[in-house]
Antibody, heavy 123, light 108 residues
Framework: QVQLQESGPGLVKPSQTLSLTCTVS??????????WSWIRQPAGKGLEWIGR???????DYNPSLTSRVTISVDTSKNQVSLKLNSVTAADTAVYYC???????????????WGLGTKVTVSS | EIVLTQSPATLSLSQGERATLSCGAS???????LAWYQQKPGQAPRLLIY???TRATGIPDRFSGSGSGTDFTLTINRLEPEDFAVYYC?????????FGQGTRLDIK
């Protein structure tokens, strides 16, 4: 059974780079049928999709964040990474990684989620 | 960007009643790629429904989804205590995935 675990600093200073890692266990991140997303949720608010990466390396980003975000995969470590530059207090949130799938051209939504990691942007 | 609008924002019902949650899209959702998630406090969202009407693995049959195009509904029959949570719809038919703002289902 695939499990996801987010990790990274819980506190980031304004203007710095937020870096998070999602470690995949119980399966290979290179499975040709999956895509991996980052989603965030400010306290008491709704879900915001940040972006995703396919096993092909293709990425899609939320246009509201595309100038600041990079999602990448390290297959040797079975990890997905998120980097968000020039953070402000508005980037304070719980950050989730999640798995979706694509089979024979059909897309599937997020069936596996990590527990989330809380990131606070503050000096 | 496909904007999803959920209604009502809050729904107060009693155990055993039926809940009807709506999700409206600003444009057609390709292939009815519409999912519903349940989120409880301090937990990650859980996938309930995908492709507008297909229950995810392990989801009780009191949960059902319907709709197509721009109008979608999540129905929960015979509410159980564990069903009181926040519900989100999400479309995955475009390269920009979006979520609705959520409906909170409260115990009356």
């Amino acid at each position: 059974q695939v499990q996801l675990q987010e990790s990274g600093p819980g506190l980031v200073k304004p203007s710095q780079t937020l870096s998070l890692t999602c470690t995949v266990s119980g399966g290979s991140i290179s499975s040709g049928s999956n895509y991996w997303s980052w989603i965030r949720q400010p306290a008491g608010k709704g879900l915001e999709w940040i972006g995703r990466i396919f096993t092909s390396g293709r990425t899609d980003y939320n246009p509201s964040l595309t100038s600041r975000v990079t999602i990448s995969v390290d297959t040797s470590k079975n990890q997905v990474s998120l980097k968000l530059n020039s953070v402000t207090a508005a980037d304070t949130a719980v950050y989730y990684c999640a798995r979706g799938a694509v089979w024979s051209g059909y897309f599937y939504p997020f069936d596996v989620w990590g527990l989330g990691t809380k990131v606070t942007v503050s000096s | 960007e496909i904007v999803l609008t959920q209604s009502p924002a809050t729904l107060s019902l009693s155990q055993g009643e039926r809940a009807t949650l709506s999700c409206g899209a600003s444009q057609n959702v390709k292939s009815n790629y519409l999912a519903w998630y349940q989120q409880k406090p301090g937990q990650a969202p859980r996938l309930l429904i995908y492709d507008a009407s297909t229950r995810a693995t392990g989801i009780p049959d009191r949960f059902s989804g319907s709709g197509s195009g721009t109008d979608f509904t999540l129905t929960i029959n015979r509410l159980e205590p564990e069903d009181f949570a926040v519900y989100y719809c999400q479309q995955y038919g475009s390269s920009l995935l979006t979520f609705g703002q959520g409906t909170r289902l409260d115990i009356k």
